[in-house]
DNA sequence: CGGCCGCTCACCCGTACGAGTGTGCCCCTG
DNA sequence: CAGGGGCACACTCGTACGGGTGAGCGGCCG
C-alpha cells in the first residue's frame, strides 16, 4: 500500500532533497526520476507511479506539456506540480493541464508529504497563495457568467444594434458618427446605452459581445 | 498578536467544540460566538476579530449571506467557512461571497488551527476535496483559451500574441497584468507594439483582428 | 565576446472614452 | 390628448488608454 512517486526536475539537488525526504515516509517510496519532461512522461509510461512530483521550468519539455500528456494518457498517474514562485501564472496552465496539485518548493516535509497522500487519494491541494488566487479568479470567472438572459441583442434597439456592428468593425465613436452622418456626442450616448443594457464595461467587450453573439462573423 | 475568532454556528455543542479546540492554542482566542447569520454580521462589526468560523446552515441569515455583508462591511476579518458536508453546492456561492476558506467539520484540531492561521495570513485555504471540484470547475470556465503556439499571427512574439488573445477576450491592461502577473506599465508596452505590428489603432481593432483571425473563436 | 531580441518596468503626456445629467423632437399607442 | 420610447445633441468630469522615450536584464547567435 505504499504510494509510488516519481520525481521530475532538471536540478539533482531538488531531485535528492525530495527523495530523500519522500523515502524518509513510511509509506512513501521514491520509484524513479527524470531530469526534463520528456523524461518524465516517459518513466511514468514505464513504472506507472501513484504520484509525480513535476517542476514546471526544465528543458526539453516543460511540466505543464508534461503534466498534459500524463493526463492524456491513461495512466492513473496523479500530477502534483512544484515550483519556487508562486507568482507564476503557470499556476492556471498547470491546473487546466491536469494538475492535481501545486505547492511551492519551499514547502515543509510535513506539508509535501500530505501532499503526496492527498493527491494519491484523488483529491487535490494548492499552496494557500495559490489558493487565494484561483479563489479570486473562479468568482471572477463565474460573477460573469456568459449568457445572463439578462444581455440579449434583442435588449437593443436597431439603431445601437446598428452602433454595436459598427463598435464591431473598429471603428471609433468618430468614424461611427461619420458613418451615421449624426454627431459624435449621438454616439457616445448610443454607446454608453449599449455598455449598460448588455453589462459591459467598454468597446472592446462590445466587439467581443458582438462576435459571440454572430452580429458579426469572422471571415 | 493573537488571532481573534468569532465562531457562528447555531448548535451550541458545535460553538462549544471549536471553542475549546482553539482557545487550546497559544496564539488564537476565541472572543466571541454567534447562534446566527444576523448575529454573526453584528458580532463582527462589534468586536472586529481576525478570522470568523462561519457555519452555512443557520436560522435567520445563512451563512453565505452573513459572508457576504462582513466582506461587503470594510472590515478586515477573514471567514472561514465550515460544513458538514463537502456535497453542499453552497461551496461556490461561499467562495463567491467572499469566503477565504472552506473546510469540513470534521477537520482535526491541527487541520482547523492551520486554516485559522492561513487565513488570518490573507492567505486561502479549501478541504481536499473542494479543491479538487474547485480545480476542476475552474479548468471547465477557462477551458476556452487554446494553444497560443500552434498560429503565429504575422510577427508578434509568444508573449504578445498572448496578450492579443487575452484583449480579444475583454480584458483591461490591468486585468491582464494580474493574470499574467506582471506590471500593468508591462502590459501597456505590449499592447503598443501589438497595435504597431498589426497596424491597428487600439484594443477594440485588436480584438477584432484576433476574432478575424482565428486566434479566438465564437461560441 | 559583443550585439540583437524578447520581456520587463517606469514616467510623461494628450486624448478618446465612458459615466452622468439634461434638453428637445418625433412618432406611436393607450 | 398625454405619455412613453427611440433618437439626437450638449456639457462636465474622471480615467483608462495609447504614444513616446528610456532603461535593465537574460538568452541566443554570429
Redesign the pocket.
Known amino acids: 500500500m505504499t504510494i509510488r512517486v516519481v520525481i521530475a526536475d532538471d536540478q539533482m539537488m531538488v531531485r535528492e532533497g525530495f527523495s530523500v525526504l519522500l523515502n524518509a515516509m513510511p509509506d512513501i517510496e521514491v520509484v524513479g526520476e527524470a531530469v526534463d519532461g520528456r523524461e518524465a512522461v516517459a518513466r511514468v509510461a514505464e513504472l506507472r507511479p501513484d504520484v509525480v512530483l513535476m517542476d514546471i521550468r526544465m528543458p526539453e519539455m516543460n511540466g505543464i506539456d508534461a503534466t498534459r500528456e500524463i493526463v492524456a494518457a491513461d495512466t492513473e498517474a496523479k500530477v502534483l506540480v512544484l515550483t519556487t514562485f508562486d507568482l507564476d501564472e503557470y499556476v492556471y496552465q498547470a491546473l487546466r493541464a491536469g494538475a492535481s496539485g501545486f505547492l511551492l518548493k519551499d514547502a515543509s516535509a510535513r506539508q509535501l508529504a500530505d501532499g503526496v497522500k492527498v493527491v494519491a487519494a484523488g483529491e487535490s491541494l494548492l499552496a494557500p497563495t495559490v489558493t487565494r488566487r484561483l479563489i479570486t479568479e473562479f468568482a471572477k470567472l463565474s460573477d460573469v457568467p456568459k449568457a445572463p438572459t439578462s444581455a440579449r441583442v434583442g435588449d437593443l434597439?436597431?439603431?445601437?444594434t446598428e452602433v454595436l456592428v459598427l463598435i464591431a468593425q473598429g471603428l471609433?465613436?468618430?468614424e461611427i458618427?461619420e458613418h451615421?452622418v449624426?454627431?459624435e456626442?449621438?454616439i457616445?450616448?448610443?454607446?454608453?446605452r449599449i455598455?449598460?443594457k448588455l453589462g459591459l464595461?467598454?468597446?472592446?467587450q462590445?466587439a467581443v459581445f458582438a462576435y459571440e453573439a454572430r452580429l458579426v462573423t469572422p471571415g
Chains 1, 2 share one sequence.
Do not use: F, I, M, P
Open positions: 434597439t436597431e439603431r445601437e471609433s465613436n468618430g458618427a451615421l449624426v454627431a456626442s449621438t457616445k450616448t448610443h454607446v454608453s455598455l449598460v464595461r467598454d468597446r472592446t462590445a
